[in-house]
């Protein structure tokens, strides 16, 4: 090659490759290293949410319990105005002005009536792209002020959620409020979680485990007072004084796990483990909606109806409620959303 040539090839080439280079640095980088920010207010944003940061406690336990159980009281499309309210308190609690996260609403309509998920994201730092769910539903069902079912299950998640604020995991965290769980939209494309794992799954969100809290504040040590559902007989004590975690086959890793990670961490007792999608009970909450798309989910449940004779009913009130007990259980499960949103075992 004459000299020409080569200072010719040089002036062509010589850009082409720093080009090269750089793409597959940036490459790289995007594949294999930490998740970048998309939100330059973050860091600050984070270190906000962290001033509102609080361990469970069974005082917060009990005043959110309070206020959807007793000042508010049922709430369901048959009560607009009461969901609605239910929402917006939802809203502010988790929100920027209370605990710090920004809320995305999820908005659609049923019967001519807007209803919306709520969901408040904790990003993860060097594996933001997994995503761990921690799900409860805010709605009752008909004529009922719903304090086990599901106050106890929201009033839990709002705890974590405050719990973890502004603490980054290495996993993203998401804690969601689902509307429309109770019938007549129960296991129907109006329940709320079932809108929200389809769109998780149109738009490819890669959730490694999710778990729904779902009526787990009512307790006993008499003999004789859980009920086993048709064809789980012998998998269950007789005395209703467990936490059960229920999964699916697609769901074996996550209930081993939370099940360790929760006996570790919490004097309650714990069984559960993978049942028959048909056996009664097993898809009788969100965690449903996720098995059907595909994800890991996971229900906590005191077992509801098969120990709680107020399922349901009226008489679903706070008083019922073991609020010690429940404490117990929401810093158990608290250890058992840290285990998971960690997988490197921070």
Known sequence: MNQGKF??????????????????????STMNGPDSSLDPNEKIRLEAAALHRKPVNRADLEAYLDVLCVKIGERNLGKPEALERT???????????????????????????????????????????EIVVVGAHYDTAPNCPGANDNGTGVAGMLALARAFAGDQQERTVRFVAFVNEEPPYFHTEDMGSVRYAQKCRIEGDNIVAMISLDSIGYFTDERGSQRVPQGLEGRFPDVGNFLAFVGDPNSRFIVDSAKASFANSSSIPVVGGVFPAQAQGVGSSDHWSFWQEGFPAVMVTDTAPFRYSHYHKPTDTVDKLDSERLEDVVSGLKQVITVWANPSGK
């Open 7 to 28: 200072i010719r090839a040089l002036i062509v080439g010589l850009p082409t490759g720093l080009f090269i280079i750089g793409f597959g640095a940036m490459l790289n």
């Open 87 to 129: 929402a917006i308190w939802l809203e502010s609690t988790l929100g920027s002005g209370n605990i710090g996260y920004p809320i995305k609403r999820q908005i659609y309509e049923v019967k001519g009536n807007a209803v919306r998920n709520l969901i408040a994201e904790l990003p993860g730092t060097t594996r933001r792209k």
